[in-house]
């Protein structure tokens, strides 16, 4: 008969709530660097939060990686021409820019790519004094699909906090949560989901 074996105290589990998900988002207009360069702070305060009215927003994670983004774009006429990019920043000298070209409608333009070693996306984005550091710029044009895979962690529930925000397409009762990339203030990539609601 074997032996048993003895714990002499459970054992230890991570209480952080820690998720890997895809999130889609399609182009209202021309993609470019002044309104799809994505900062720490557009992530957390942006991509997931709270709201129970129409003037206060709540922060839902505390941490947030891009894991990949995909790209896909194709022209509108035949014969056009579309270009995808995505640009990653870093702190230790540039990165190379990841593009991709397509001429017509039928075959899109299409990019792959995960954060290089030396980009900043690379790491954790957490609350702080660098939610302003830009961690990649988008270009595409108005056709634009964007995939981005994500690891997030969820705030508990005695840190939530009001962030501010832009409140803008929020309607219906109940506890909404609000889902952009780019953030409210340009809303030029809009979720698949943007609002689903909790009652």
């Given at each position: 008969m074997g032996s048993l074996i003895r714990l002499t105290h459970p054992p230890q589990i991570s209480p952080i709530v820690k998720v890997s998900r895809k999130m889609r988002y399609i182009a209202t207009t021309t993609i470019t660097p002044t309104n799809a360069t994505?900062?720490?702070?557009?992530?957390?305060?942006?991509?997931?939060?709270g709201?129970?009215?129409t003037t206060t927003a709540y922060r839902l994670l505390t941490a947030i990686r891009v894991s990949r983004i995909e790209l896909w774009d194709?022209?509108?006429?035949?014969?056009?021409?579309?270009?995808v990019s995505i640009q990653w920043t870093s702190n230790m000298g540039p990165c190379e820019p990841v593009t991709d070209t397509s001429i017509g409608s039928t075959v899109p333009a299409h990019i792959?790519?995960?954060p290089p070693k030396t980009s900043l996306a690379r790491n954790w984005s957490?609350?702080?004094s660098f939610e302003t550091e830009p961690l990649f710029v988008l270009t595409?044009?108005?056709?634009?699909?964007?995939?981005v895979t994500l690891d997030m962690c969820y705030q508990g529930q005695t840190n939530f906090g009001p962030v501010s925000v832009t409140m803008t397409n929020i309607a219906g009762a109940g506890v909404s949560y609000v889902n952009y990339l780019s953030g409210p203030a340009y809303g030029v990539l809009s979720p698949v989901n943007t609002v689903f609601q909790i009652y």
């Open positions: 994505i900062t720490r702070g557009m992530l957390l305060n942006h991509l997931l939060f709201v129970n009215n194709t022209s509108a006429s035949t014969g056009g021409v579309s270009t792959v790519s995960s957490t609350q702080g595409g044009s108005s056709e634009l699909i964007v995939d």
